[in-house]
């Protein structure tokens, strides 16, 4: 429901109910109607400001109890006799607490302090920020107009003007940051010239590749190409659904890096997906020469020196491996390029000392598999440059997604069981929630032990996986399941992002109404990466809340990660998409990036063209917004790290 504002009568007031469930309920009555204004909190205050008979202005949000019309702790202002009853003008509203209420400082006092200031204000305190060009192009008001006008409109005409101002200027303002960054990065950075295409990329495009390359994956590989001969550092974001082919791309670079006499280091965020890659990538090049290393925490001592060796004489051409090659010991002899698999799984400063293993920072390359929306990423991660790879290979089967009530539970695991008895494998999947560990794990194990009762040993094994295990235990439990030890994963969400089992053709995910629409996409990502038809299963309780409702139709709709992830921005805000939180690009206070997209594009297209014919921003039109950037404090930027 919507605000409203309502001028009225006081009816009757009484307090209701004992100790936690006391309120104070009152009854406010103008010419259209009556209408229930309920307290929870600061009672013996609101009490004092009610006075049955007394006429009252009071605002707040309007909702239906019973079918009453009702507010739930409204702003409150007595009328006096001689104030006439309706206002008709327009009347700021400021949020406010309970506290500062009861000290007499609720939404209407704070309104009055801040027109006393503005009072005080001169039109040079609040200077002007955006160049003439940009305002007179756009028709845009002065910021000291909009400034007032947010808090004093005449009008709603004059409200609307200044909205506009204001979140066009929230959005060009971080859409400049990036950009300049950006260009900076792009004029004065160094990097290694890959300017060859040698033998080891057309042996293996030409001769061992598995399968035909997409368009959309050609055309990444040509955007890389492009960068890593310029003589600069590539920073890039590569993003691509689930299962869109971004490995083969990365492994194409590596050879590229190879032709250059250069080393290349493939980073991911766990053993189990290090030594995935390691396998994959060692299978497909097993008939070139090319020599493919591993290095792991668990890689034992005289392997890890004879290693080491390889790398500072340049013999090991790749090496794959986890948080242990930002070791100080691992050193490159050449190293050209940095491929980082999930970005948001590695701290900035870990990502950091891979630059410094080399006198010409390496190229980078950062892989995700959360799709990002367009508004989201030219925000977010503006100063990369970015590609995405926004088609499937042919012949990959959609996965089938069905909704399934608690009390469809027995149909569903005679449909696990039949996939099972086909030669498949099945996860289930339990939500982590978030104020109780202990809840958690009691949560599994109830789920772990239901299981077991369908599945029994020793016809059936099961993995389980949980945050509580210790990190070797968890590693040799998904290594189980990887072999086909067990048919069955039983685990929280720490397989989100790590494990790849072709022959795993089921996900059970359980409680789906508690999880993102982004995180089930990644659940849903971890089957349909064989030849077999696969499906997801998403359990829910029959009450449903609108979003949940709203999240479980979308997943059953589409297997397109990109739509998935709009609705997820338009659902949720940006604040839940991955990567995002260390930004700093996003604490908009008026501008909302779904709500606003159309001025995002235009702040978008704005900064950038001032930018190409301006990069030092000298000229006198756009000295006012060189100097606010630079008093600007933003957030620091994930990418920001060389």
Sequence with gaps: MEYAQLA?????????????????????????????????????????????????????????????????????????????????????????????????????????????????????????????????????????????QIHFPQSPAEYEAAAKRLKFEEFFMAQMRMGLLRSGRHRHSKGVVFDKVGNLFNEFYKNHLPFELTNAQKRVIREIRNDTARGKQMNRLLQGDVGSGKTIVALLLMLLSADNDCQSCLMAPTEILARQHFAGISRLLEKMGVNVRLLTGSTKAAERKKLLKELEEGSCQILIGTHAVIEDMVQFKQLGLVIIDEQHRFGVAQRAKLWQKAAIPPHVLVMTATPIPRTLAMTAYGDLDYSVIDELPPGRQPIATVHRLESQRSKVMDFLRSEIDKG?????????????????????????????????????????????????????????????????????????????????????????EKFGLSQLHQLRGRVGRGAEKSFCILITGSKLGNDARERIKVMTATGNGFEIAEKDLELRGPGEIEGTRQSGALNFKLAHLVQDRDILEIAGKMASGLIENDQELNSADNLPLKNFLRQQKGGVLWSKIS
Excluded: C
Excluded at 25 to 38: F, N, P, S, W, Y
Excluded at 443 to 454: D, I, R, S
């Design 424 to 512: 498949r494998q099945a996860y289930i999947i339990f939500p982590l929630i978030e104020e109780s560990d202990k809840l958690d794990y009691e949560n599994l194990m109830k789920g772990y032990e239901n299981v077991k009762a369908y599945f029994p040993e020793p016809k059936y094994w099961i993995s389980m996986v949980h945050g509580r295990q210790p990190a070797d235990q968890k590693e040799q439990n998904m290594q189980r399941f990887v072999s086909r030890d067990t048919q069955i994963m039983v685990s929280t969400t720490v397989i989100e992002v790590g494990v790849d089992v072709p022959n795993a053709s089921v996900m059970v995910i359980e409680n789906a």
């Design 8 to 148: 009225g009568v006081l009816l009757r007031m009484d307090i209701i109910g004992q100790k936690a469930g006391k309120r104070l309920v009152a009854e406010l009555k103008d010419r259209t109607g009556e209408i229930e204004l309920t307290w929870f909190q600061g009672l013996s205050w609101v009490q004092k400001m009610l006075e049955p008979g007394n006429s009252y202005l009071v605002y707040g949000r309007l909702s239906f109890y019973n079918g009453q019309a009702q507010m739930v702790h409204p702003e409150l202002e007595i009328i006096r006799p001689d104030q006439p009853i309706e206002k008709n003008f327009l009347e700021p509203v400021y949020s406010t607490t309970e506290k500062l209420k009861s000290r007499g400082l609720g939404g209407r006092q704070i309104g009055k302090l801040t027109q006393v200031l503005f009072g005080m204000l001169r039109e040079q305190d609040i200077p002007e920020n955006l160049p003439a060009s940009v305002l007179q192009q756009l028709n845009l008001i002065s910021r000291y107009q909009a400034i007032r």
